[in-house]
């Protein structure tokens, strides 16, 4: 900086303010800014981020802890928008952004909080009282995203949709068609993530609440790559509709059906949970609860810089409610030979 300022005949503190914004008190011409910005490009100076981060104790470098990351470019874009909404705000606030896909599972936050990152976004971040203890002695900011509210709300932020809600909607929506049994679909790996829970949980209360059967034999774990949909309608099942707990999934139901000749809606109707473009993109249209994943992933990433920076969120969680998107993937049941265990839909 020194070289610069010699070059360009002022002071240091004035390099400074051109250079890097700080200096609130100095005050530097037009004509002297552009003598030390044409000194600065001559002289090929770069600003040293790791000294700057070792003064300041910052390094502008937000983690984004998303464990089981699978490909983004490919078919869901809940992780394209999730992405899009987190980047969106760091980069015009000048963070920098390091993706996590795995974390240790012994003392984590101990191992996270080693002075490279100011602070993460944790995606589907379990409600763990160990984790809350962790934090409580950590200098390390942390929002949840897609997480459930912590037991202690002040332990850290959260951003999530209602999945409670969202679910109750799938439900509202197929018994007006007339459906009378639904299947409730997770896949391997993520039975237990927070979020699948609520909207379970939510599912489990709407149908309890229009008087319908619901147990063990409604609720299914399909792999994503392959669901059995053709085995499982062979067997004749009591059920005229199936809710995927995410839109990948429901996807991967719609492809299985029609290499089975299973036509949806006429003989099953399908619904997921995104809602993202890629609803548009399947045959048929996918009828899914829409969640506004990007804005989320910005409340999140505004929320940590203010925590970062000191300032105190207001207000400090967020839970965006859901509507439903309906297209072609819904319809009234077909008539076909009345299963054991299905209630007449009058």
């Known amino acids: ?37 044409e000194a600065a490009e001559k002289l090929r100076y770069s ?23 699978q490909r983004i470019a490919d078919g869901p874009l809940y992780y394209v928008h999730l992405l899009d909404g987190v980047s969106h705000v760091l980069f015009q606030q000048h963070y920098r952004l390091t993706i996590l896909p795995e974390i240790p599972e012994i003392q984590p936050v101990r191992a996270l909080s080693d002075g490279r990152l100011d602070g993460v976004i944790w995606c589907k971040m379990p409600d763990d009282p160990l984790l809350i203890e962790e934090f ?27 999945n409670e809600g969202g679910a109750a909607l799938v439900v509202d929506h197929l018994v007006a068609l007339g459906h009378r049994r639904i299947l409730f679909a997770l896949d391997l790996g993520w039975q237990t993530a927070p979020d699948a829970s609520a909207r379970l949980a939510g599912f489990r209360a709407a149908m309890e609440r229009h008087g319908l059967p619901f147990g063990d034999e409604d609720v299914v774990v399909w792999p994503v790559a392959a669901a059995p949909v053709a085995e499982w309608f062979a067997t004749n099942p009591p059920h005229t509709a199936v809710f995927a707990w995410h839109e990948g999934l429901a996807g991967s139901i ?15 109707s399908v619904v997921g949970y995104d809602s993202t473009l890629y609803c548009d993109t399947t045959t048929p249209r996918l009828t899914a609860v829409k969640q506004p994943v990007r804005e989320m992933a910005e409340v999140a990433a505004q929320l940590l810089i203010d925590l970062i920076e000191g300032r105190t969120p207001s207000p400090y969680s967020y839970l965006f409610p859901c509507t439903l998107d309906v297209r072609d993937s819904t319809s009234r049941p077909s008539p076909r030979p009345l299963a054991r265990g299905a209630p007449s839909a009058q």
């Open 1 to 37: 900086m020194k070289e610069v300022a010699d070059a360009a005949g002022v002071s240091i503190a004035a390099v400074s303010k051109v250079l890097h914004g700080r200096g609130k008190n100095v005050r530097v011409s037009t004509v002297r800014a552009e003598a030390i910005r």
């Open 254 to 268: 719609l492809t299985q059906a029609a290499r089975a000749g299973i036509s949806v809606p006429e003989e099953l």
């Open 136 to 162: 409580r002695h950590s200098p390390l900011r942390v929002v949840a995203l897609n997480s459930p509210v912590p037991s202690d709300p002040e332990a850290y932020p959260s951003v999530t949709c209602d």
């Open 47 to 69: 600003p040293n981020a790791l000294a700057r981060s070792l003064r300041t104790s910052r390094t502008h470098t937000i983690g984004l802890i998303w464990e089981q990351m």
